[in-house]
């Protein structure tokens, strides 16, 4: 049998799953926990929240039957789609590695280079469905003007998101903001006020601070960049998480066959890194190709089970 090209690589697959870049803040694995699936086409299950709030006849006589129901469900069907990069290291700078004296492991660094990179794509795309208009159902979304926009001192974002739990179907756990919006919400008068509880309206809220007044498990921030410019034109920079806000219902045991939350990542198989060995098309003496990539599909399970904010911060 003729030796596979793609090689995979135990040391380097384990670098890209320990990886978490520290100068940015991905968030994607939080907003939108990974279940494996065993398959890359796969169904998940959806469930009518009419079964789960529609009271039966649960009265029992003393020789008759039990009241018997029955859970209706749907059996979707999706498809996780592959994403991967790959980078070219010549074999000249793998002899330099191996002659320096500085412990620089080319492959390792690749590995971390494209981790990122792929890490970060998936990042634009949780961002973009998460922070959508169109994701949420129509009762559950909202945006902010004027007076209104927690940027402005006379907001109440307090109020604005107590209502906001109070009226979805299963109480939001999940605060996922842009950085713009953490900004500003946590300089927010009213809140700083309601919070900390004195007369002055100055002061700087942290994260667990806000959870804990709201009664949330988690205050989620994304913080990452990217560039927006095409190729070769001058880089332009831009969060990947907007000005915006989301409150979700999250159940990270929840996957494709049981639970109820918002919405998870199918993922096929682990992330995946090797190599392709004496490619003979890098440089004059050919090299090694290191490949780094996954196979996901992000899927919104429940567009009533979140609440969107859109221009929360000016």
């Given at each position: 049998m003729a030796k596979a090209p793609f090689q995979y690589n135990p040391y380097l697959t384990?670098?890209?799953?320990?990886?978490?870049?520290?100068t940015v803040s991905l968030i994607a694995d939080q907003v939108l926990p990974i279940t494996p699936v065993a398959t890359e086409n796969f169904a998940y299950l959806s469930y009518p929240k009419e079964d789960a709030f529609t009271v039966p006849d649960t009265r029992v006589g003393r020789t008759s039957k039990v009241n018997q129901i029955e859970f209706a469900n749907s059996m979707l069907t999706a498809t996780t789609e592959d994403f991967g990069l790959e980078d070219p290291i010549p074999s000249k700078d793998m002899v330099n590695a191996q002659t320096s004296k500085v412990g620089y492991d080319p492959l390792a660094k690749s590995t971390e280079y494209l981790t990122n990179l792929v890490l970060l794509d998936r990042e634009v795309r949780v961002a973009g469905l998460v922070f959508n208009t169109n994701t949420y159902a129509a009762a559950n979304k909202t945006t902010l003007t004027g007076t209104a926009q927690w940027s402005d001192p006379a907001s109440d974002p307090a109020a604005v998101i107590l209502a906001a739990l109070d009226s979805m179907v299963m109480r939001g756990n999940t605060l996922v903001l842009g950085a713009a919006t953490w900004t500003t919400l946590r300089q927010n008068a009213n809140l700083v006020k309601k919070i900390l509880g004195t007369a002055s309206s100055s002061g700087l809220l942290t994260r667990q601070q806000v959870a804990d007044a709201l009664?949330?498990?988690?205050?989620?921030?994304?913080?990452s960049w990217v560039n927006t410019a095409r190729k070769g034109q001058t880089a332009a920079l831009a969060r990947t998480w907007g000005k915006h806000a989301s409150l979700l219902y999250l159940d990270p045991t929840a996957d494709t066959n049981r639970g109820i939350t918002f919405g998870l990542t199918a993922e096929f198989e682990n992330r995946i890194v090797g190599t392709i060995q004496d490619d003979p098309d890098i440089g004059l003496r050919g090299g090694v190709r290191v490949r780094c990539g996954m196979s996901v599909k992000e899927?919104?399970?429940?567009?009533?089970?979140?609440y969107f904010w859109q221009n929360a911060t000016a």
């Open positions: 384990a670098i890209a799953l320990a990886y978490r870049n520290t009664e949330l498990n988690q205050v989620l921030v994304g913080a899927l919104v399970l429940g567009n009533d089970l979140g």
